[in-house]
């Protein structure tokens, strides 16, 4: 059984579709990415798997249920983590608040990997009593991917994580994804544009075009780097 | 002396009044965008819960304070349900629709507005102001109609301090107190309660506190019921000095109004430093021209200095401040 099941997802907002009849499914385990150009709807996607909008028709089900019609707190209780494109950080709020705050999901949860997220991110242990709005790119960057994983989630979505950082930063970022993925088991379903990224992280790949899923790439196909950089060049 | 005595006594009222008036108005504006303008009547329900308790149920002053709080607390609780996040007649009417425009035909079926009802109010000044003002005649007319022109008035407690010539009521120096203790209270809530973060998260970015799985309705609920509350405590505070008309919000409303314009969206130090600089206005114009209303109309006239030459309050130029210092480094 796969643990998230996209099935005929068509997405708007106002009139505009920008989801086509999405298919799509991430199994237990798994890195999964989504490439595709500037406004394809990788984001969209993205949002109507954390709930953040609802799809026209078709279903999300996650951990075989029907999720479809509940509300994005309500999702993130059952172990959605969310990392948003540019971050957003709550930037008044310390760098340990913003990590407390991914506790509030989960409430009863077994256990928080408060300390544990330090240790993937040391950086933000200096940094623990800063606000986070005056944290560099790629600190927010890990300081959002803390507050997300602290709540120990079953899914982690993560929307552009290179996006607007330093090349050294991102390929640091990508270790570390993969790391948290062979240590905690946590399936990533994540989008990018970055070729690099998207060959050093993903076990399995979708790519978009203009709001639909056009094909899926794995093994062979994921390391030829001119099929990839077909879907991404402009 | 004793005038210097005086001024410091004069001080000490104007401050408390001011904070006591704005805290529950300052909590709503900061972190709901909301203009709560029924904030007097607020102020009534607890007033005249207190003075009821007391009168009618013979409880005690300290406790029936207590029962005001509360009581307009779940009040507020309920209009926050009703007027300001419309969640209630969404519900209603999603329930309603359906059937109603099943039953009448196509045409008329299409004119019925669709769901949801109404929008949630927060962040909308200009309507929110509109929808409480509304709130706030019907709540006036309300308890007139039910309770009358006035109600029987609770006794001052406490008795009167006096030094030499000078006396002053011992009971408007605990307000000081205790106007004191209100802002030390709602900065514990805000600065470390697990429900002050999740506010504060709320109001930088509401869609990304949802999907770290904070419940926004229930914050937004609950920072509507806790600015209620504090209206309603500041109402069994002054139950025993204002005369208990339906209309005694209105003198309250003023002041809170001016200081959480003058203080900025920040809620704590903004009440603060306002009610410090317009407390100190007040009591000193009072003072030198021995008059209340000049002592008022001076208080609105910093007001208005304060908003030509500070827009975004003192807490808006201290943040502007800020940002010009790290930007200059
Ligand atoms: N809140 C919104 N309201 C209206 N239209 C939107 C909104 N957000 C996105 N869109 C539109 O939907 C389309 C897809 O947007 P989306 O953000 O999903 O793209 P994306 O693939 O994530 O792009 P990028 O790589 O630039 O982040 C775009 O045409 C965009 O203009
Ligand atoms: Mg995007």
Redesign the interface.
Known sequence: MALLDLSGVTAAYDRTPVLRDVDLSVDQGEIVGVMGKNGVGKSTLLKTV???LAPRSGTVSYHGEDVTDL???ER??RGIG?I?QGR?V????TVE?NV???E???EGCDEYLHDTVYEYFPVLAERADQSAGTLSGGEQQMLAIA??LV?NPDLLLLDEPSEGIQPSIVDQISEDMRAINDDLGTTILFVEQNLGVIRSMADRCYAMERGEVVDELAGEALADEGTIAGYLAV | MVNGLNLAFQFLDSFAFIVLAAAGLAIIFGIMGVINLAHGEFILVGAYATTLAVTGLSVPLPVAMLVGAVVTAAFGLVVERTVISGAVPNRLWARLEPPLSATLPDQAAALLPGTPLVEPLYDRLADSMVATFGLSLVMVQGARIVFGNSIDQVATPLGELSYGAFSYSAYRVVLAGVSVAVLALVYYVFAYTDYGMRARAVIQDDRTARAMGVDTERTYAATFAFGSGLAGFTGALFAPLVSMQPTLGGQFLVEAFVAVVVGGASVVVGTVLSAGVLGAVEASVTNYFDSQTFGRIALLLAAILALRFLPGGITGYIERLRTRRREDR
């Open positions: 954390v709930g953040l509300a994005a707190d993130a209780r969310y948003p957003d709550f930037p008044k709020l608040q407390r705050m991914g509030t999901i989960n507050r997300a709540a």
